[in-house]
């Protein structure tokens, strides 16, 4: 295999470029906006702000009042706020029609440091300090700030996680007690403290914890404080460790699952699409953990890696500017090099060379690399752009196959498409339950459920994976048939209702392949059911297989309410007294139309035909009105013409002699 096929990550085609270290004085990241601050001191400060997309960009001047040390927007690039000193931060309004003048605010705390600060909101702002928190309300028409609630603690270092709103602050002597704020419009709430446990280490030595050691992320809608436990010689253990403490909104903080790294050395971590990634720099390699692959049943879950390492895909940086020649080739840029900068949840920033990246997961490779068809499809179905993928998997599952143990792989593949596709299914009923019993209570707390890339229905099956597999030259018919069987077995043990597209394959298949004396057997058993469709194509084989005529006609009589739909198919088909037996058969002669039929025997061009129709609705005139005679709302006049053309006058049935 190619090595190339293998890296399941890369970075970002489109990176944001900003001006390197080399030619500014300070870099600086905003997680909250994803923005890239490059500042340039020297008579004025001169700042290029630079986001995701280009209309995130900003260039200013300022006044130099010291150095930078740290600086951020507000949301939506309202507020600049700019902290030089550890006793004060400066704001400047960047709303339009507000004066821009730069105006300070000191924390309020006597002889308290300024960590750093974070803001929550568009106009709120959390100052934290070596002791404890202020957060404020920025007002930028009367440019002051107003104490909205303060936290007195002593603080180590602080963690902020702008998805969620939630700051964590590292108290104690060895930093290890966490606790937590959470942040809404104007308030602010302490969340339950919890302990990071440290490794043990021999006596008097202490360890303390390192905030380059911790991470905080949201993985599959989650809130997870993220420790990486570096390796300890005393307690034997194979290697460093990722320790994953689950953060609710309310409730305990607990240690719920360990990721196994099996070695030890420098580690960054990211999380790309609710899959932890372990960046490892002596070996340029990362990891990947998928913490819903679960490998035990007790409180915390052990996790290995779900692939082998692999480095992420080499990526080539384009020379630009007016001294790139077209001839001169992209130069490689160094992976995992130790100016890499790694940010939550996705994001790497090489300051040295001026990029910020968002790693990607690319799926295609995995499917190489993860040979177990069942913790494949459950990787797979947890990830973003999974659909086109799954449905290549299942595709290449098929091509090999025809022994039985292919099959149960086939089953479970397909037991676990149509769980996800079932619980879609029920949410989309239970939403449209919801919405349709009114507004109440209930139903306001019932949001129609997203259709993610992992519901997989009928449609996608029957287009990109069964329709041309039952159409591939050398594979064994009774494994096609076995297949197709498979899959209306897994979608009726899910109750989910099976589409007459699908049964209608199976049909052809086995039509084409000249097994009748199966397709008897299925519909005599009943495992394809009843549909009208079905029942028209029966029809339509009848050439082909003459016992479908009356397969069809039984599974039309069984629905009850197809009569005339089964009269109009017969007619269309020109099986005129076909549909005539029929429809005396259900008791509905009496009824029909005469001139439906009479039009249909005139098509077929068979006088004899025309002749036999003709005479039988004589006779039902004569039974029911004592005359063979038509009304003139029956208009029949053109086929009485036709009769007596063709037959003569004298052909027309006489009314009873009274």
Known sequence: MNMSDEYYLELSENPVQFENASSVNNVFFDEANKQVFAVRSGGATGVVVKGPDDSNSVAFRMDDKGEVKCIKFSLGNKILAVQRTSKS?????????????????????????????CWTNWNEIVFVTDQGIEFYQVLPDKRTLKLLKSQNINVNWYMYCPETAVLLLSTTVQGNVIQPFAFKTATMSKMSKFEIELPAVPKPAKLSLSERDIAVATIYDELYVMYLKHHSRSTNSPGAEVVLYHLPREGICKKTHVL??????????????????????????SLIFDIKLRESDGPINA?????????IHPYKIPLTGPAAAPSQVPVPCELYSSSWSVFQPDIIISASEGYLWYLQVKLQPTLNLLQDKGKLMDFLLRRRDCKMVILSVCSQMLVGGGDKGNLSVVATVFDKLNQVYKEYLDAEQAYTTAMESGPSRSSTSYKRPVRTQAVIDQSDMYTHVLSDFTERKGVNHKFIIAVLMEYIRSLNQFQIPVQHYLYELVIKTLVHHNLFYMLHQFLQYHVLSDSKPLACLLLSLESTYPPAHQLSLDMLKRLSTANDEIVEVLLSKQQVLGALRFIRSVGGHDNVSARKFLDAARQTNDAMLFYTIFRFFEQRNMRLRGNPGFNQGEHCEEHVAYFKQVFGESALMKPAAV
């Not at 196994?260 to 720099?281: I, P, S």
């Not at 996790?303 to 480095?311: D, M």
């Open 303 to 311: 996790h290995q890696p779900v692939l082998p390492a692999r480095s």
């Open 260 to 285: 196994k790294l099996n070695t030890t050395g420098k580690f960054a971590l990211n999380v790309v699409d609710n899959l932890v990634v372990v960046h490892h720099q002596s070996t340029q390699t």
């Open 89 to 117: 931060v400066d704001f400047k309004n960047f709303i339009p029609d507000y004066p821009h003048l730069e105006f300070s605010h000191e924390c309020k705390t006597k002889n308290a440091s300024i960590l750093g600060f």
